[in-house]
């Protein structure tokens, strides 16, 4: 099992990026999958999370409105779309996955107990 996020890089504020998480090993349509982020000295932060069931999604306060998460079932990946980027969205990402079968907000609560993690993308937002 393996899952591999990429799409991370430098942008300016106000900018955007696409961050992809793409599984091999395991079908994601059957996973919650959370985005998390950790910036230096900080706690790891659940951002954006899907349920498998109903594709329920949940969003952190500080980017609801700007992130969207989504699934491509036929490239087995999900993605976070990440719009009006602001410095203190500076972060490594990651993205995980877990087959329990809890609500996004449970996920994005609960990071410690996500079954699968990714490798982190750095996201660096500067001008």
């Known amino acids: 099992v393996q899952l591999q996020a990429s799409g991370g890089g430098l942008v300016q504020p106000g900018g955007s990026l696409r961050l992809s998480c793409a599984a091999s090993?395991?079908?994601?349509?059957?996973?919650?999958v959370g985005w998390f982020r950790q910036a230096p000295g900080k706690e790891r932060e659940g951002l954006s999370c899907?349920?498998?069931?109903?594709?329920?999604?949940y969003y952190a306060d500080s980017v609801k409105g700007r992130f969207t998460v989504s699934r491509d079932n036929a490239k087995n990946t999900v993605y976070l779309q990440m719009n009006s980027l602001k410095p203190e969205d500076t972060a490594v990402y990651y993205c995980?996955?877990?087959?329990?079968?809890?609500?996004?907000?449970?996920?994005?609560?609960?990071?410690?107990?996500?079954?699968?993690w990714g490798k982190g993308t750095q996201v660096t937002v500067s001008s």
């Open positions: 090993g395991l079908t994601l349509d059957y996973y919650g």
């Open positions: 995980a996955a877990d087959h329990r079968g809890y609500s996004g907000s449970y996920y994005c609560h609960n990071y410690h107990g996500m079954a699968h």
């Open positions: 899907i349920s498998s069931a109903y594709n329920r999604t």
